[in-house]
């Protein structure tokens, strides 16, 4: 059984659930009781709580929290804001379960907006997975799905280790209507429509973090991507479909683990990649994705679309920052 | 029992009183002989890395320990073997741990700045200011899964510069967690003198924000713990933060081998053996340790006041002043039995660990 929600639904949804199967599921940050008022409503003010705009307190909070009996959902509002409070995931949840010497877990959901689209400039658009992905000892997963987002969230708040949950905004209905203004009818969003409503289990079926999925299966190129870029994918791909390119397009879902085996094959199966990251060029995803191919001797023809410079305002260069089909079409016809 | 019925209790017997102080000492003398263990080992150059010693803190240490349950929880800063001692944990397995060893507290994987144990609810930790935010995080889950207990938090004064530690001081009262925060100050923000960096003072900071604060000689243990526990119980009774400022000294510096510990000790033989800037600025000082101590003025304010410190050091000693309490034989007794014991906790673990020293 399935019904069909919004994206942001979806993820309210998987955490009423595990909020009412586990008392020790609990929500804060900024806003929470406002943003999460069905959660409010639905499970009281002491586990729905108001943070103080302190995200390096109450991060940090959060870690302990977890460590010592809760199963915490602290709530980032936008991920670039993960700046204040970096100690806390990099410094501490990410490393106690190590320094206890494996034995002491940190079951710490870290739930963040992220991405652009909505003009809201550098410091609210960004993404960070790369960032985030690359320490050892947090996970880090980005849904592209309602689906994908209860199934996701699912797992996150049931896995023992620390795992950052990033929802793009353009998917997330709550967040555009409450950053972007999206109720307004003179403004318009590209939002994918298939990434922002879709059917979700009941029960919600858990995502295995660390595994991707091929959303399309085609001859001629691998389209990677994830978050909001598997769409712009599919729509490249159905672009080069009508040019007689067959793609396959694959949504990585977790940054890390990474699901290295899906990457190989479906990279081996085309020997043409291109990478489609929301995320910064260097030093990240897209390059891990290229080491990843050389160390296991996949040889690829390889080109990649991600941002490469701080993410400008005007919704024109905003359109051109971000990864959009134009570019990824332009990236597949430029590769042997 | 007797207040409950209307007559008003008796004052404590001596006894009574005499075994506390006794209790209080030999934690003191614990705590003191471990950290002295540490450093032999890391002298010995058993322990490669930094060791950040608490030698000067014992006081404050077991004043506050004295008030907690085995279901309390506390983050520490980066000085955490005197509470991982005061709390039980088994000196052997800390010992391991800053060994590098398998059978460690940590299984050698976290080291003098990050001891952690699960079933003691303590954490210790080398960014400055995070014990902040982390007892909070203590509270919290405290509030719901185990009412009546609390957390506490051990940091300098150096971290009340720390913009996550004044956050948590905030958070703490907006939530109405149940955390004590201790501030052990010891006049240093690393190898900075604390006293050019710190705008007002601790206590009255935490003061706006709503906290119960309250000044106490750290090097007192008696004090303290009379102090902490007032705190304590506030702080378990009410679920509302508290802060203990409490000051104390730092005879070891910084951390082990702090290059200024050296060059004031020994300012000609240290400043040809160490490198960085110092050297060159106090190698002219030759003749009397007078001349050569003169010499390192020129190092401005930092020298000076460590100088005030070492030179009185004794005075500021928590096992000296509360050795004068207990009384010469009860002492003896106390420090004899303890030290055997830390040295057999030593013996084990380099017997373990395969090395001598």
Known sequence: MNSQMGYAQAIERAIDSAMTADPRVLTFGEDVRLLRRNLLVGHGADRVMDAPISESAFLGAAVTAAMSGLRPIVEIMLVDFIAVAFDGILNHAAKNTAFSGGTWDVPLVVRASCGGGYADGGQHE???????????????????????????????????????????KLLSDYWLDYLGGNSRPTVEFDVPVEGANGPVDDPIQPVPIGSAVVRRRGSEV?????????????????????QGVEATVVDLRSVSPLDTETVIRESANTSRVVVVDEDYLRGGLSGEIAALLAEADVPVSFSRVAVEHTIPYARHLEHDALPNVERILAAVHELR | MLGSIGIKPPPEVPMAANSRLRKLYESTVRIRAVENAQ??????????????????????????LEHLTVDDAIACDHRPTGVFTASGVDPTSLLLEMLGHADGLCGGRGGHMHFLSESDRLISDGIVGSAGPAACGFALSAKTLRPGTIAVAFFGEGAMNQGMLMESLNLAKVWNLPVLFVCKDNGWSITTHSGDLLAGDPATRAKAFGLRTDRVNGSDPTKVSATAKRLIDRVRSKHQPALLHARCRRPDGHFLGDPM???FDDPVGQTKEIGGPLPGSVRRGSGSRTAQIGALSGLGIRLGSLGMQRIGANRWDPLLRLRAKVGTEAAIEIERRVSAEIRTNVSDALRIAEVSA
């Open chain 1, 126 to 168: 960004q993404v960070l997975w790369g960032l985030l992905g690359g320490i050892p000892g947090i996970d880090v997963v980005v849904p592209s799905t309602p689906a994908d987002a209860a199934g996701l969230m699912t797992s996150a708040i049931a896995s023992k280790r620390p795992v950052v949950f990033l929802e793009h």
């Open chain 1, 222 to 242: 691998t389209l990677i991507s994830l978050g909001v870029g598997v769409h712009r994918c599919s729509e490249a791909a159905e672009s080069l479909a009508g």
């Open chain 2, 39 to 64: 450093n032999h080992l890391w002298h010995e150059g058993l322990i490669p890395g930094e060791i950040h010693t608490g030698i000067g803190e014992e006081g404050i240490i077991a004043g506050v």
């Open chain 2, 261 to 263: 510990i050296r060059v």
